[in-house]
């Protein structure tokens, strides 16, 4: 069964740094999914970023950036220039491409803390 | 486009009772997945519907069930709740189970059990 491990429950940067969240995951599938999603206090879910295992690319949206390493089993978000709005908790998750298996699987989360 | 819809937003429930969640998926979407998500133990899947049937479930007692409608719309229920059940339900839909596409998430239901 594949699991999802952020081994880092709260993290803090100052106001326009930059910070690394990270995530590791297990599988033995060689094709897959992977997402960060934020959630900020008392407000939905949203995307980020996501990451298709087959391309070797990483993933960029505007200030956030992944380090996909397949062979590692990471998948890192990097936030660039943070800003107070990127406080917020945030989750990993890995979701199969094997047909049957649609479901996600997330970590734990990682709260992340903006300091003015 | 409006997002995915969550009713109720917070519901207070007694131990035993019973409880139904509503989701409304995007428009188009007819994939809808249910979470339980709890400050210990994060966000657990409970099961997903695609097209009114089950597609996947989670680890959770037969005391947790839903179902979809022919309008992808989705309900949950769990029936004799237990202090434990206390989370924030999440809904998610996408527009399908295959493929890349991501789920989008509604807002939640805030369930305290008493």
């Not at chain 1, 699991?3 to 060689?30: G, I, K, W």
């Not at chain 1, 094709?31 to 959630?39: A, G, R, S």
């Not at chain 2, 979407?29 to 089950?54: A, C, D, I, K």
Request: charged residues 15%.
């Amino acid at each position: 069964a594949q699991t999802v491990t952020q081994s880092q429950p709260e993290m803090s940067v100052q106001e326009a740094e930059t910070v690394t969240l990270s995530c590791t995951y297990d599988t033995s599938e060689s094709d897959y999914y992977l997402f960060w999603y934020k959630q900020p206090p008392s407000r939905q879910m949203i995307l980020v970023i996501r990451q298709e295992a087959y391309k070797q690319q990483n993933a960029t949206e505007n200030r956030f950036s992944v380090n996909f390493q397949k062979a590692a089993k990471s998948f890192s978000l990097k936030i660039s220039d943070s800003q107070l709005g990127d406080a917020a908790m945030y989750f990993c998750a890995y979701r199969s491409k094997t047909s049957g298996t649609y479901k996600y699987i997330f970590g734990t989360g990682t709260r992340l803390k903006v300091l003015a | 486009k409006a997002g995915v819809t969550q009713t109720p937003r917070y519901l207070i429930k007694t131990r035993g009772q019973q409880v139904t969640l509503s989701c409304s998926p995007i428009s188009g979407h007819r994939s809808v997945s249910w979470y339980q998500q709890t400050p210990g133990q994060g966000l657990q899947f409970l099961f997903e519907y695609f097209s009114e049937t089950q597609r996947n479930k989670g680890n959770f007692p037969g005391r947790f069930s839903g179902r979809q409608f022919s309008n992808s719309r989705s309900e949950m229920n769990v029936s004799t709740l237990e202090l434990g059940d206390s989370a924030l339900y999440l809904c998610a839909s996408s527009f399908s189970g295959t493929g890349v596409y991501e789920q989008y998430f509604g807002p939640g239901t805030r369930l305290t059990v008493t």
